[in-house]
């Protein structure tokens, strides 16, 4: 369903997030343009460090603690998943190809992004995070035309 990914969905309170999911729930911090930022990861993909689900909060003015740590009153903005299985309802996700992307979404733009390099479907609300190795080896400029259909997709981010 658009705007979720398997139980998690974007919009969704933190205190539901942590009801539904204890002690699998990680808090991490992640780390954009030297600031940090509190976050929620959610297992694991294989035998990497990288969490099948990177769950970013958003704090109206108020509703973080002193701290700045998200309280349960946060809502959920931005999903990124690294797990192979989740899929859109179109088939793609993890391990699809740039091509299949833009032969089944409208690709309105192609790049930067806080985990990399995203080909971003507004209408679907969804970022595509290219392989980042494959983009540095042809030196090419990174642009939607540009891109190779056979670059992997490494993560997808669902946003609000």
Same mark, same amino acid.
């Given at each position: 369903a658009p705007g979720r990914a398997g /139980?998690?969905? !974007? &919009?969704?309170?933190?205190?539901?997030?942590?009801?539904?999911?204890? #002690?699998?729930?990680?808090?991490?911090?992640?780390?954009?343009?030297?600031?940090?930022?509190? /976050?929620?990861? !959610? &297992?694991?993909?294989?035998?990497?460090?990288?969490?099948?689900?990177? #769950?970013?909060?958003?704090c109206e003015d108020g509703e973080d603690d002193a701290a700045g740590a998200p309280t349960d009153r946060c809502r959920i903005w931005r999903i990124t998943i690294r797990d192979p299985s989740y899929r859109t309802a179109s088939g793609l996700g993890v391990g699809s190809r740039y091509g299949e992307v833009r032969r089944a979404a409208p690709v309105t733009f192609v790049g930067p992004n806080p985990m990399g390099t995203a080909a971003t479907v507004e209408s679907w609300q969804l970022n595509f995070l290219l392989d980042p190795e494959a983009l540095t080896a042809r030196k090419l400029p990174v642009h939607r035309e540009t891109i190779h259909d056979s670059v992997r997709v490494v993560g997808v981010q669902l946003y609000r």
């Open positions: /139980a998690v969905r !974007i &919009g969704m309170r933190v205190a539901e997030l942590r009801a539904r999911f204890g #002690l699998t729930l990680r808090e991490v911090t992640l780390m954009r343009g030297g600031e940090q930022y509190p /976050a929620f990861a !959610i &297992g694991s993909v294989g035998s990497s460090r990288l969490p099948a689900l990177l #769950l970013e909060p958003l």
